[in-house]
């Protein structure tokens, strides 16, 4: 059986450099990397995994469970995580816990045995009344708008302040009548609450009436709910001239909803989404969103729980990370094409 060294030798470098390449170092040059590949293949070295982590008593490995996997956030949220976690020399598993309550206990409960250093759990399901499950040794980073305050690391977007900006930014392109296009508002803390109460804010502080019948309820967070609800409203001679999403998805299927019924973005009604997902820039018209900077959420997250992995002594409090955010004004508002 070939060893690191038998590498080393072949491809010319010195075994640490084998050590880098297999743990994914990225201070390897790209040319460097490939010749210890091709004699790694062909000396079929193969890495005895379990061995490594007995010695360091890691895998190399964390979790990110999320509600769902077919999602342009949640892929641009992956992604994200993936090269934030490279770095450090991680490689991430991922989970899809379908926003259920059971599901990301599961994700919680399971993740040490399932051999994680640690996890990123996307939480849905999970409330204030779960804190609970989270007092544990095993570390663990909360990502989304539920359970703030608990015993673990908490990364979460602006979404008041976020949803306000994006309301106002309407109003200032002159809309007077905006739809607010989310789920259920309630007691509950979530992302249709905290962004509906920021569209709440901008209304009140532009000195708008809040009209009952402009705020729509939808059945899910996709393209077709979009679409059936604009339709809907315009079909049901609904008075909007703008309307705010609570994600991209939603707002790409109502501008195929208001394409459909005949209604011209940006002319008639202009609509903000929330998110900036990939795609988001390449619509016609392009649509306008917030981008709640995925890229410093996914560093925070990860390095928050490579600091609770790598913790020799009782790590300190919990900390609660907000992103900052940014308003994209693009075609569908009125704004440029990009």
């Not at 490689?91 to 409960?109: G, N």
């Amino acid at each position: 059986m070939a060893t690191m060294q038998d590498v080393a030798r072949a491809a010319g470098v010195s075994a640490m450099t084998v050590s880098n390449v297999i743990n994914g170092h990225s201070k390897v040059s790209e040319a460097t990397r490939e010749k210890v590949l091709k004699a790694m293949v062909r000396l079929d070295y193969r890495v005895n995994v379990s061995a490594r982590n007995l010695r360091k008593g890691r895998t190399g490995t964390i979790g990110l469970a999320v509600p769902e996997v077919d999602s342009p956030y949640y892929g641009r949220l992956a992604a994200a995580i993936i090269a934030a976690a490279a770095p450090h020399g991680l490689r991430v598993a991922i989970e899809q816990t379908y926003a259920l309550r059971e599901s990301e206990l599961e994700a919680l409960a399971l993740s040490r045995n399932r051999l994680y250093d640690g996890l990123i759990l996307s939480t849905v399901g999970m409330g204030p009344r779960d804190t609970e499950w989270l007092t544990m040794d095993h570390p663990v980073v909360i990502l989304g708008e539920r359970i703030f305050g608990g015993p673990v690391d908490h990364v979460a977007m602006p979404n008041v302040d976020a949803s306000r900006a994006a309301t106002l930014h309407l109003v200032e392109r002159g809309c007077r009548r905006i739809a607010f296009l989310g789920g259920a508002v309630g007691a509950e803390v979530d992302v249709s609450s905290l962004r509906h109460s920021g569209y709440r804010q901008a209304l009140e502080e532009a000195g708008l009436v809040r009209d009952p019948a402009l705020q729509r309820r939808l059945a899910a967070f996709s393209l077709a709910e979009g679409a059936r609800c604009a339709r809907e409203m315009v079909e049901g001679g609904l008075a909007f001239d703008g309307v705010f999403c609570v994600t991209d998805t939603v707002a790409m299927g109502v501008l195929r909803g208001l394409a459909d019924a005949g209604v011209r973005v940006p002319e008639q009604v202009r609509v903000i989404g929330f998110d900036n997902v990939t795609g988001s820039a390449f619509l016609v018209p392009s649509l306008s969103t917030v981008d709640p900077n995925h890229d410093a959420m996914a560093e925070r997250a990860v390095g928050l729980l490579v600091r609770r992995i790598e913790r020799t002594a009782p790590g300190p409090e919990p900390e609660e990370f907000v992103s900052h955010f940014s308003v994209v004004a693009r075609e569908s508002t009125g704004g440029g094409p990009a």
